[in-house]
């Protein structure tokens, strides 16, 4: 009986064929190879986390970072809202302080232009 | 029990159910021991995963030889799989057999493998192993029979190699070689029968050669 390509059972014959192609040589040294490689792998994974591991580390400082920031901008932004009235109130100060007007400006007729002149000279 | 055909001299064998059972034993008394290693290797035992290696060297390495077609990038290749393996431990399903998943990452890598070369280079063709010299001996006379049968399997489209390996070399049931290939069941039956009948009508020429050789 010939093997037939419908078989569902192995095609011994051509299985073992097949496998003497295939099969390369040295197969020790090749475990040794890939078994070498491989302590490298587990040597940087027992030093590193996977990532949601890091992230748990970090979620608590992360949180409060978050929180001291927010707290932060609040008060600056706060701060920045309160500087204008702030600033206005100091440059009115000098306004609402008594000043003595000279003479000139109370007249009730316009002062001659050299008094002006003489008068800011004179400060 | 194990029958010799008169035609060709194929072998083929018929199963008894107890057979079946102490095989259906076997299997699974290899899959726990394989989800055993896995497990071990996966918490970092070097150990496990060196006999895993060991178990599966074989294999590994004749599904990436059928992928790429020579020893060296074959063997690389079968190292990216066993690495990737490695890796991606936490991933696999210790209710599914071992082999399967790994030999699906295995021949990925070794496809990714044929892939860059393919940008590298233009794939070459097995080179004619044909010893020259005196008549041929068994040894010449094999390495003959190997390298046409290379040459046959090259032709084939890279999935149906990976099939009439599995199942025919390696074992694997037409439910694993789908597993492997990520195609429905009645592909990989057509994947293995496309792929026979392919071989068997490469090496027609080579039955005398065979009998020289046994």
């Not at chain 1, 099969?23 to 070498?36: I, K, L, P, S």
């Not at chain 1, 994974?45 to 979620?59: C, K, M, R, S, T």
């Not at chain 1, 932004?77 to 204008?84: D, L, V």
Request: hydrophobic share 40%; charged share 30%; net charge negative.
């Amino acid at each position: 009986m010939k093997a037939s390509p419908f078989d569902h059972r192995q095609d011994r014959e051509l299985g073992e064929a097949l496998r003497s192609a295939l099969t390369g040589q040295n197969e020790a040294e090749f475990v040794r190879r890939v078994v070498d490689a491989a302590v490298d792998i587990q040597q940087l994974q027992a030093g590193g986390d996977e990532w949601w591991e890091i992230l748990n580390v970090w979620a608590r400082p992360g949180l409060a970072a978050a929180a001291i920031g927010t707290i932060a901008a609040a008060a600056l932004w706060w701060s920045g809202s309160r500087g204008p009235i702030e600033s206005s109130t100091a440059l009115a100060d000098p306004l609402q302080a008594s000043v003595e007007i000279p003479a000139a400006f109370l007249a009730s007729e316009a002062p001659d232009l050299n008094e002006v002149l003489a008068l800011e000279l004179g400060n | 029990m194990k029958e010799k055909n008169g035609t060709n001299g194929s072998v083929c064998q018929h199963e008894t159910p107890s057979m079946r059972m102490d095989s259906r034993a076997m299997a699974d008394a290899r899959l726990s021991d394989d989800t055993e290693l896995a497990a071990l290797a996966h918490a970092g035992d070097r150990d496990a995963f060196g006999e895993l290696v060991r178990r599966y060297a074989g294999q590994a390495r004749r599904v990436a030889r059928a992928v790429l077609g020579n020893e060296a990038d074959a063997d690389d290749a079968a190292q990216d799989g066993f690495l990737a393996a490695l890796r991606n431990l936490g991933r696999y399903n210790p209710n599914r057999p071992f082999g399967p998943w790994l030999m699906r990452i295995v021949s990925n890598a070794a496809t990714d493998r044929r892939r860059r070369r393919k940008v590298r280079e233009t794939e070459q063709v097995p080179p004619e192993t044909r010893e020259s010299g005196p008549g041929p001996d068994g040894l010449a006379t094999r390495r003959e029979f190997n390298a046409a049968l290379e040459r046959a399997l090259a032709t084939l489209p890279k999935r149906r190699r990976i099939a009439v390996v599995l199942f025919d070399v390696e074992g694997y049931s037409h439910d694993e070689v789908a597993a492997v290939l990520k195609v429905p069941v009645g592909t990989a039956r057509s994947d293995v029968f496309h792929a026979r009948r392919a071989l068997r009508k490469a090496l027609a020429g080579w039955e005398q050669l065979k009998e020289d050789m046994q």
